[in-house]
């Protein structure tokens, strides 16, 4: 008997909560064979992200691994290279040894979401480092303790200034809930290195528009400005960086900024595996139309950060967030199934609840149903929605202890990987990549 083939592509939010949707229901059916195909084998909640880079927490505390959330559900760990929707195959390649592998569907899930855009600024993508990933949190943290320590033994004033001036391009959620976290976390450790003192850090955010998180209005950004001001970060508004050489970064304004870390935050672009589509594209981002199918391609479905959806009400698309994504995720996993048993499709609509953001100390900002919030009410209704919101209770309680023994004893200051480890793994994976060529 054929079996139709459903394939998800992306293991975040839109993708997995389709398939949390199969797995109680299609997945289980002989007939049917659902496939996840993501290039992690768990998933990450971004929300927390900028607590990892910041020591706040784990990063084992905020992802979930797919393999215990799906139990009907093949998993595949591979990275998708491209899609071939004439021939309904997708094409993947997994592990050290590029191993390929080919995967036919009769439905297919773009959720792929974002990749970090960096316009071709020159050296930007070169030097600049990102928070988009678990292990670009991880390294963030890290990052920040290695120049610590090797500040402490510089006497140079340049040369310390330099390693201890940490410049965020961006301010919108990522960028402004990064550079608070970190504010904080540079300030508190500073503590520990008695050769080193406040006036030698800066900690400065670049950002085009006229106020911070555009998102939530100009009210609400003037209040993170204002609030991470107080904490002594700079906020530069109506520029933009347009090249960094891994030292100075230069303004379009024409200032430079000596640097040694200029976190990048100022752009997104849809997977660059959806480039190649021939399909209708808004802002890059593959078009659908109210029921989540792409009308150019037989049997193909988009949700997420990658797909442009329109928001049938109010005449615009949907913006990409994780809220969104999940609710995208289950309206097109039930779509597809009413396309399989022959039901009726159903549009997606949705009215977003809210935005929520925290800027360090104890304080955030937060629209909700229209009413905007600031402060330590806001803040911890971040911890609360978000906490409510992060996968699987094993990983709610982890947070909740992590951030339960950050209040008593501060936050822990080690550096976990080093140029050394990073140094004996890339020789190990060329020589290994050289015997397999051979
Ligand atoms: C630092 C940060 C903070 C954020 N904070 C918030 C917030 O507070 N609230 C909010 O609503 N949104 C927030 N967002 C945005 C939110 O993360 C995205 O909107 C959401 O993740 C989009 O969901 P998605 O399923 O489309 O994509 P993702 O969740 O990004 O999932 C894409 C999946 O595809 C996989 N993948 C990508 N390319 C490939 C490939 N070629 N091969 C195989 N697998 C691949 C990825 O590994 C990932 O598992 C934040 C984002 C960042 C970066």
């Known amino acids: ?34 496939t996840l195909v993501s290039r992690d084998n768990f998933t990450l909640f971004t929300p927390m992200l900028h607590e990892v880079a910041s020591g706040d927490l784990y990063g084992g505390d905020i992802i979930n691994p797919i393999r215990r959330i799906l139990h009907h559900v093949r998993f595949v760990e591979s990275d998708v290279e491209s899609v071939d929707c004439s021939g309904h195959v997708v094409r993947c390649t997994s592990g050290v040894e590029t191993l390929h592998l080919d995967l036919q569907y009769d439905h297919l899930l773009l959720a792929l979401g974002s990749e970090t855009n960096f316009f071709d600024l020159p050296g930007v993508s070169d030097w600049a480092i990102t928070i988009k990933s678990l292990s670009d949190a991880a390294l963030l943290r890290n990052r920040v303790v ?26 919108g959620f990522a960028g402004t809930e990064t550079t608070g976290s970190l504010n904080d976390y540079v300030r508190d450790t500073l503590r520990f290195y008695p050769e080193l003192t406040e006036d030698m850090v800066r900690v400065v955010v670049v950002h085009s528009g006229t106020f911070l998180l555009p998102e939530l209005g100009e009210e609400l950004g003037n209040y993170a400005e204002k609030k991470l001001r107080e904490r002594k970060v700079e906020v530069i508004k109506g520029v933009r960086v347009s090249s960094y050489d891994g030292a100075v970064i230069t303004l379009d304004n024409g200032s430079q900024i000596s640097a040694q870390t200029l976190l990048w935050t100022a752009g997104v672009k849809p997977s660059s595996v959806t480039d190649a589509l021939p ?31 329109p928001d049938i009400k ?4 949907f913006p990409p967030t994780a809220q969104h994504g999940l609710r995208e995720g289950l309206a097109v996993a039930k779509n597809i199934e009413a396309t399989i048993l022959g039901h009726s499709m159903k549009p997606f609509v949705y009215k977003t609840q ?47 202890m992590d ?20 140094d004996a793994l890339s020789q190990r994976l060329s020589r290994l990549r050289a015997r397999m060529r051979a």
């Open 1 to 34: 008997m054929k079996k139709t083939r459903i394939v998800i592509l992306g293991g975040g939010f839109a993708g997995l909560r389709a398939a949390m949707y199969f797995d109680k229901g299609l997945a289980r059916q002989t007939d049917i064979e659902v």
């Open 146 to 171: 290695a120049l610590l320590e090797q500040a402490s033994l510089r006497t140079d004033p340049a040369v310390r200034q330099r390693m201890l001036t940490f410049v965020t391009a961006g301010g």
């Open 279 to 309: 399909c209708r594209k808004v802002k890059n981002r593959v078009a659908v139309n109210e029921f989540l199918t792409v009308p150019e391609l037989s049997g193909v479905w988009a949700a997420g950060d990658s797909a442009a959806v």
């Open 314 to 317: 109010a005449g615009k698309l």
């Open 354 to 400: 809210g935005q929520l953001a925290t800027i360090g100390r104890h304080t955030g900002v937060a629209m909700v149903f229209g009413f905007k919030f600031s402060g330590f009410l806001a803040w911890w209704m971040w911890r609360t929605v978000y906490l409510a919101k992060l996968p699987r209770w094993p990983k709610k309680l982890r947070v909740v």
């Open 403 to 422: 951030w339960t023994l950050d209040l008593f004893f501060g936050r822990e200051i080690e550096q976990t990987i080093n140029v050394r480890d990073i």
